[in-house]
């Protein structure tokens, strides 16, 4: 294996959503929009924020960040930091956990914003948000299956989505 600094035409990757990347911008930018215009602007909140002082917010959205940065830095790294001889089905790191950790790290740091703000027009947002990154995940997987096949079926039946747990799915008997 040897370490690479680009991820463009490698045949150890399987693909990704063809509106992958331009959905994640347009969502961070409607977000964040969305926070300065109820900031500055509506003041709408989930909650009275005196109700939740802003120091506890931040004390409860901080493992939020912190998992978040975590799992994006790790599964960035087993992802595109070595480059495989051929397209496997990744089990180490945070894969062995769950099967989407790069996405489930993009929806802690929304997680972790609209809990530090309480933003009603950012809890919309991301509510779209996660169901974007469900989408596009379960196209993927379409991918890897089509690629890869029952060893992919197996792992899908072993890992779970993004919500890791100390279960396994049983693997269905064919």
Request: no cysteine; net charge positive.
């Amino acid at each position: 294996m040897t370490k690479i600094k680009t991820h463009k035409h490698r045949k150890d990757l399987a693909g990704e959503h063809p509106l992958g990347d331009t959905g994640q911008i347009i969502l961070a930018i409607l977000f964040t929009a969305g926070l300065l215009i109820d900031k500055y602007i509506i003041h709408t909140s989930i909650i009275p924020p005196q109700s939740f002082p802003l120091h506890l917010r931040i004390l409860t959205a901080l493992p939020f960040f912190i998992i978040s940065l975590l799992l994006a830095k790790s599964s960035h790294k087993t992802i595109f930091g070595e480059q495989r001889k051929e397209l496997q089905v990744i089990k180490t790191g945070a894969f062995s956990i769950i099967r989407h950790p790069l996405y489930l790290s993009a929806i802690l740091l929304y997680l972790g914003f609209i809990i530090t703000t309480l933003s009603t027009i950012a809890l919309s947002i991301g509510l779209i948000t996660i169901a974007f990154y469900y989408n596009i995940s379960r196209y993927e997987e379409k991918i890897l299956i089509d690629k890869l096949g029952p060893k992919y079926k197996q792992y899908m039946n072993e890992v779970p989505m993004f919500i890791p747990g100390p279960y396994k799915k049983k693997i269905r008997r064919q």
